[in-house]
């Protein structure tokens, strides 16, 4: 998860902060989306020039998330929130064009201060150093905001598993693989397109993560993981690389052992720093959390 200081450099207008790519978020956008507004714009300066605004949320997990971050940043603004309305659907809205969206005609719900102290709640929740205030949320009424429990229920779901040590998409990946699906790419798709916490190229990562460790799940990738700037390398591999369970991979797999105790664990779930030594889990069948 970014730091909240690269978060805020993202809604910025673009400055002397954004030599990088990827550093401001109309990074992606093209000039036939933005017109005349440009592609240099802050988001509350962007708000200010609409008459209205309609923040449109997919039901996938990590889009919710962001849903609750920008309500939180714009909650001070309250001549912008005056203009806010929010549309909610039950699909991702990315994959139709925007031609065909804008004629859905979907209902916008205001965004009200309920609304507004539910998604500061809800984020602040998230970026907690334990993950107990997003399962408390759980036990909240979070009807404002109709997708988000779905929502973090799939995110709590990504912490470490009770019998594996491994997270929903990492064990699915498993599963995938010994079910005989061997292309990373198609592995990395399948999991944005299922689970909807990791994009795609996140998902790569974590195939990385389950190769390139010490006691590696999964193999048949080069013996050396290329220099993070090689791209084309790295693209490379994971286009034709034909992946197979290790012999560990397969015991975890079948959930007999836990990955945790032979390999090394350091990642972040929102706020919350995962090692080895704590290693906080979640338990799906009783929705529960276990301490380290």
């Not at 923040?55 to 939180?72: C, E, F, G, S, T």
């Not at 470490?160 to 064990?171: C, V």
């Not at 974590?206 to 993981?225: N, W």
């Not at 084309?232 to 991979?249: C, I, P």
Request: charged residues 30%; contains cysteine.
């Amino acid at each position: 998860m970014p730091s909240p200081a690269d978060l805020a450099t993202l809604l910025e207008a673009r400055s002397a902060k954004h030599v990088h790519f990827d550093t401001h978020r109309l990074d992606f956008a093209s000039s036939r989306w933005t017109g005349s507004i440009g592609r240099d714009v802050g988001l509350v300066e962007l708000c200010e020039r609409c008459d209205s605004v309609e923040l449109w949320a997919d039901p996938r997990p990590n889009d919710q998330l962001v849903l609750v971050w920008l309500l939180d940043v714009l909650r001070p603004h309250r001549h912008v929130v005056a203009k806010l309305s929010l549309v909610q659907t039950d699909v991702e809205i990315g994959i139709y064009r925007g031609e065909s969206s804008a004629k859905w005609q979907l209902p916008a719900i205001a965004v009200t201060d309920d609304r507004l102290e539910l998604a500061s709640r809800t984020w602040n929740a998230f970026c907690a150093p334990t993950p107990e205030p997003s399962l408390d949320l759980l036990m909240q009424d979070l009807s404002a905001i109709p997708q988000l429990r779905a929502a973090f229920i799939a995110l709590l779901e990504e912490l470490p598993g009770r019998d594996t040590g491994l997270g929903a998409t990492e064990l699915r990946m498993l599963d995938l693989v010994a079910d005989g699906e061997t292309r990373p790419r198609v592995l990395s798709s399948e999991l944005d397109r299922e689970r909807g916490v990791f994009d795609f190229q996140e998902a790569e990562l974590i195939l990385d993560g389950l190769a390139y460790c010490r006691s590696p799940v999964l193999t048949e990738f080069p013996a050396e993981i290329e220099e993070p700037d090689d791209l084309k390398a790295r693209d490379n591999r994971h286009r034709d690389s034909r992946l197979s369970l290790t012999d560990f991979g397969r015991e975890v797999s079948d959930r007999e052992l836990d990955f945790s105790l032979h390999s090394q664990i350091h990642r972040w779930w929102g706020g919350t720093e995962l090692t080895n030594d704590r290693l906080w889990r979640w338990d799906a069948e009783s929705r529960t959390l276990v301490a380290p």
